[in-house]
């Protein structure tokens, strides 16, 4: 039965209702008003004291100012001063550098190189069919020289540099090899970046992934499809030192391997949710395995969370990273841009592992010596691959 009520309460009580309404109202506006006063506050403070550090710096100082370099020493300060370890501040020339390595592609020789104790540049790899290739050069060899100049501990990172440059021109190089050292001169070119290795070792496939860029997903794509036509029975996915990359790269290899449902979310700071990707309804039925190790990262790590999410693939190896955020690209109106923390990332439906990483599901650590010839190791002498394939063989045998 319903209750009545009378005319002159339905009135109270709906004046009563706005009342309250505008109250809360109220108190949120006021809130917002003084956040946005003390963003105001806080920013003419900040304008002021650069102002006047300005201002003092053109009066005083007996040097010459690059007004560009400055410019760009601003930028890199305000965004290193938000103490956020992954935001950026990018130059017009770093922007396009950093584009080119989105994109999965490189000027230069072909070549990966780590700092060497001897002090030198070690080739850690040589890029299939690019001018290092033709020119012989091998991994291990020892650049000791880049035109002509010698390489000190002080000089590794510029000679690093100096090593690429524009389409078209020459660098000349000195070369160790062993008791041996010659100079190639080498025409700097542009090529696709090689992200994606694999081979088939006995019935089982193995891919590495060394990053994520829009030209892994190709690459992906061709070793999946060549593993499957020599019938591997599985595939063992290795993101060691693996820190990341393009996010949509990712899920379109993950929406090769695993059915129809969610991919990858991300949360902004406002507090919203939105869904990146969802993947179709094909997918790889074979048994897989990752390996991580504590270098990989960021996209990688989707990649291991999703694949458990699925129960697709149990991991083997050392608790990963943990940079479970997003970084998204704003360009400036001079060509600069800024590479911004703006969201927490979410592996279907698994939680957020920022600062966590993700633990393996059979721990296996190499040794210090096995870390230093890692390059070298191989499935006899490799204990996290070795494990790999016997989870991955068990996992066989046990369908």
Do not use: H, W
């Amino acid at each position: 039965m319903r209750k009545k009520i009378s005319l002159g309460a339905a009135i109270t009580f709906m004046l009563i209702t706005a009342a309250v309404t505008f109250s809360l109202t109220t108190v949120y506006t006021m809130q917002n008003f003084n956040n946005k006063i003390s963003n105001i506050k806080e920013r003419e403070a900040m304008y002021a004291k650069l102002s006047e550090i300005d201002t003092s710096v053109r009066k005083n100082y007996i040097g010459a100012i690059d007004e560009d370099k400055l410019m760009d020493s601003i930028a890199s300060g305000y965004l290193r001063g938000i103490g956020d370890p992954y935001s950026q501040y990018l130059s017009a020339e770093d922007y396009s550098a950093y584009m080119r390595d989105y994109e999965g592609q490189l000027v230069g020789i072909g070549v990966e190189v780590t700092g060497d104790a001897s002090g030198y540049l070690r080739i850690s790899r040589v890029y299939e069919g690019s001018p290092a290739e033709a020119a012989a050069l091998q991994k291990g060899d020892l650049i000791v020289s880049v035109g002509g100049a010698a390489i000190t501990e002080k000089s590794v990172s510029d000679a690093a540099k100096a090593i690429s440059g524009e389409v078209g021109t020459t660098v000349s190089l000195g070369i160790r090899r062993e008791l041996e050292e010659f100079e190639v001169e080498l025409t700097r070119r542009r090529m696709e970046v090689p992200t994606i290795s694999y081979r088939m070792i006995g019935t089982l496939g193995y891919i590495r992934i060394t990053d994520f860029t829009e030209a892994t997903v190709d690459q992906f794509d061709d070793a999946l499809d060549s593993l499957l036509r020599q019938d591997a029975q599985g595939i063992v996915f290795d993101l060691r030192d693996n820190t990341g990359g393009s996010v949509p790269a990712l899920c379109n290899m993950l929406d090769m391997l695993v059915p129809e449902g969610e991919l990858v979310s991300v949360e902004y700071s406002d507090g919203s949710r939105t869904l990146l990707a969802r993947s179709d309804s094909s997918e790889v039925l074979l048994p897989m395995v990752t390996i991580t190790n504590k270098n990989t990262a960021s996209a990688s790590e989707l990649f291991v969370q999703v694949l458990k999410a699925y129960d697709k693939a149990p991991s083997v190896g050392e608790t990963t990273y943990g940079k479970g955020v997003m970084q998204t690209l704003f360009q400036l109106s001079d060509g600069s841009a800024v590479n911004l923390t703006n969201g927490k990332t979410y592996a279907a439906d698994s939680e957020n592992f920022d600062g966590v990483g993700i633990a393996p599901d059979y721990e296996v650590k190499l040794s210090a010596e096995e870390q230093e010839r890692f390059d070298e190791l191989d499935e006899n002498t490799d204990p996290q691959l070795a494990k790999a394939l016997s989870v991955l063989t068990e996992q066989i045998a046990g369908n």
